[in-house]
């Protein structure tokens, strides 16, 4: 359908910056929209190549994972991306990578701790770790979901990063901030102890913000 064209070139231009920008490698890594009722999600397919991947490769399914347009199988994931949809009327967009410093801390279970004032204001706060689910579940969306309260991106535990936007871009750009507060926190571990931003200029910076949390 042509109505879906527009979602689906967005989803691929996003989904190709994000590769270039080694956020995930081979076919790993998944990302979605949704149209403004929320009735359709045009999100990546399941093991097609960056390298080669087309906007008719984008697939478009509704909330219960019907296919609706497309030549492929969804990412085995969109469960995971419509519990999110679903329960965040907020969101239109998930982004999930396996961006590498991101995604040790994940593999640790460790949370990225607000180390940098702008981490409030683009991710909430400190990038949480959701409690391991098994991939392809809608439990894995619904352990997102808890650690995405009051936070736009989370670490998938022993798998990966999500970040969440009112728009792709707005995803994209929060799982690119989620990368790079994870690498410089990696790099800050071993240059000493890190210095975290006081609790004062959090609950100020909040407050600028309109932020209850």
Same mark, same amino acid.
């Given at each position: 359908?042509? %109505?879906?064209?527009?979602?689906?070139? =967005? /989803?691929? *231009?996003?989904?190709?910056? @994000?590769?270039?920008?080694?956020?995930?490698?081979?076919?790993?890594?998944?990302? %979605?929209? +949704?149209? #403004? @009722?929320? =009735?359709?999600?045009?999100?990546? &397919?399941?093991?097609?190549?960056?390298?080669?991947?087309?906007?008719?490769?984008?697939?478009?399914?509704?909330?219960?994972?019907?296919? /609706?347009?497309? &030549?492929?199988?969804?990412?085995?994931?969109? =469960?995971?991306?419509?519990?999110?949809?679903?329960? =965040? &009327?907020?969101?239109?967009?998930?982004?999930?990578?396996?961006?590498?410093?991101?995604? %040790?801390?994940?593999?640790?279970?460790?949370? /990225?701790?607000?180390?940098?004032?702008?981490?409030?204001?683009?991710?909430?706060?400190?990038?949480? !770790? $959701?409690?391991? *689910?098994?991939?392809?579940? @809608?439990?894995?969306?619904?352990?997102?979901?808890?650690?995405? *309260?009051?936070?736009?991106? +989370?670490?998938?535990?022993?798998?990966? /990063?999500?970040? !969440?936007? #009112?728009?792709?871009?707005? $995803?994209?750009?929060?799982? #690119?901030?989620?990368?790079?507060? @994870?690498?410089?926190?990696?790099?800050?571990?071993?240059?000493?102890? &890190?210095?975290?931003?006081?609790?004062?200029?959090?609950?100020?910076?909040?407050?600028?913000?309109?932020? %209850?949390?």
């Amino acid at each position: 359908m042509d %109505s879906f064209r527009a979602m689906k070139e =967005r /989803v691929l *231009e996003i989904t190709l910056r @994000a590769y270039s920008e080694k956020l995930f490698a081979g076919t790993s890594g998944n990302l %979605s929209m +949704c149209d #403004e @009722a929320k =009735r359709f999600v045009a999100i990546t &397919p399941s093991g097609i190549r960056y390298e080669t991947m087309k906007a008719d490769d984008i697939m478009v399914i509704d909330m219960g994972g019907t296919i /609706v347009e497309g &030549p492929h199988k969804p990412s085995s994931e969109w =469960r995971m991306h419509t519990t999110i949809l679903k329960q =965040r &009327p907020d969101i239109r967009a998930v982004v999930h990578t396996h961006s590498p410093y991101a995604t %040790s801390f994940a593999v640790a279970g460790i949370p /990225v701790p607000p180390i940098l004032i702008e981490m409030i204001s683009f991710l909430g706060g400190e990038i949480p !770790v $959701a409690g391991f *689910e098994l991939p392809g579940s @809608a439990e894995l969306g619904a352990s997102a979901l808890r650690a995405l *309260e009051h936070r736009h991106a +989370c670490l998938l535990s022993s798998h990966g /990063v999500i970040a !969440v936007g #009112e728009d792709i871009d707005q $995803a994209f750009i929060r799982a #690119e901030y989620a990368e790079d507060a @994870a690498k410089i926190y990696s790099l800050s571990l071993q240059a000493g102890k &890190p210095k975290l931003v006081p609790d004062e200029a959090i609950r100020a910076m909040k407050a600028k913000m309109g932020i %209850s949390q």
